[in-house]
């Protein structure tokens, strides 16, 4: 990343010169948020950032490359490079939330509480993970609104990292009406079932 080291560190120091208006930056809706999102993007296209709210403690400020692997090692050099700023903690990418929360689509709300996964292997490429994600209220005319759901809710619950390199294949399905006995493991438990398949992996 020594090519992009000059333009990360006058990015930072364009944060330093309008730290104020960070400070009292409170969501996307505010006219400083596409200010700063126009400079960090131009580091790279992908990138985009969250913000905690004020609440009194350390704000966090994650940077994000919406998935997209290639960027992640910029990402890193990015936050690596990263001013020590009281009351500001900076992230690289999205971290682990969990799985107790739902999500609204495009008006369709999906809840991963609900959700099962069926473990999809490829004999061509033995370390690829595939998921089958079956869904409870799924049906085919909202296959496009649940596909993304789903990878929102997996890059939400499981942090970004873990979910674009840990998993190649993803789809979703109808939610079988006795999920286990199908095969299927409940949606919570996957950062579970990666582990211990990456141990296996490990020993093989």
């Known amino acids: 990343m020594n090519e992009h080291h000059e333009a990360v560190q006058e990015f ?6 309008r730290r104020a208006e960070f400070d009292a930056l409170t969501g996307p809706a505010a006219p400083f948020w596409d200010v700063a999102l126009g400079h960090m993007k131009l580091l790279d296209e992908h990138l985009w950032f969250e913000l905690s709210t004020p609440d ?16 992640f090692p910029l990402v890193d050099a990015i936050v690596a490079l990263a001013p020590k700023i009281t009351g500001w903690h900076f992230i690289a990418l999205k971290p682990p939330m969990g799985f107790d929360f739902t999500t609204t689509y495009e008006g369709i709300r999906f ?5 099962w996964f069926l473990p999809l292997e490829s004999s061509s490429r033995p370390h690829d993970l595939g998921l089958r994600v079956g869904v409870p209220n799924f049906t085919k005319d909202i296959e496009r609104q649940a596909s993304n759901a789903v990878a929102v809710i997996l890059d939400t ?20 009406e006795s999920p286990a006995i199908h095969g299927y493991i409940e949606l919570r438990e996957l950062p579970t079932y990666i582990e211990r398949r990456k141990q296996r992996n490990r020993v093989a």
């Open 157 to 176: 619950a499981m942090g970004e990292r873990t979910a674009a390199l840990d998993i190649q294949h993803l789809e979703v399905s109808t939610l079988p």
């Open 12 to 17: 930072w120091r364009w944060y330093q010169s």
């Open 56 to 71: 009194g403690g350390a704000r966090e400020f994650i940077i994000t490359a919406e998935g997209h692997v290639e960027t």
């Open 111 to 115: 809840d991963p509480r609900g959700m």
